[in-house]
């Protein structure tokens, strides 16, 4: 009788369950609703630049994915903004002690950007790993097939790039976790002219 109720009860919340999420007004902000269940993009392409590489004083390598509302977007249209490209996985100690700190920079400076690159997992479970750590102001994108890492030169986690608004990329810093200071001094890498 109880697992019946139960059984009635979900299938209720599901017809429901779409008219209160759409009547949550639309400039909720993601720290009222952390990551919002939102899943990751996805890359697709890697874009080829004679110039790019990924070391220090090099045009960053360019890649581009599909956003989770359907818009395609490459590194190269965060020009303008101090980037942060954050190289990272579920299962990284260290990343799960620094993504809150590059959540909050990103949430507390509007010319910060960190794009999350996440090794070969799922969007659910990123999803599910964002939303555990109410993470909402990292754009994280889903390196299914790992190309993204082995052309970045990525091989230990956390690794992360500080790209200035030109593009170019300002530092690098493998291992981690960063503190705030250190997140603070990486950002600073990129705006010092």
Known sequence: MLVAAAI?????LSLVWPRVTAALPSDASSAARPYAGIPAGVIGRQI???GSAPRIG??????EWATPDGRVLRLADLRGKTLIVDFWATWCVPCREEMPRLDAAARADPDLVVVAVD???DAATVTSFLGELGL???RPVLDTDGETFRRWGV?????NFVV???GIIRDRVVGGPMTDDDIRAFVAKARTP
């Open 8 to 12: 009635v009860g979900a299938a209720a």
């Open 48 to 50: 080829d630049d004679p």
């Open 58 to 63: 090099s045009p960053v390598p360019d890649f």
């Open 119 to 121: 090794l070969q997992e």
């Open 136 to 138: 909402g102001a990292l």
């Open 155 to 159: 091989y230990n986690l956390p690794t």
């Open 164 to 166: 200035d608004a030109d």
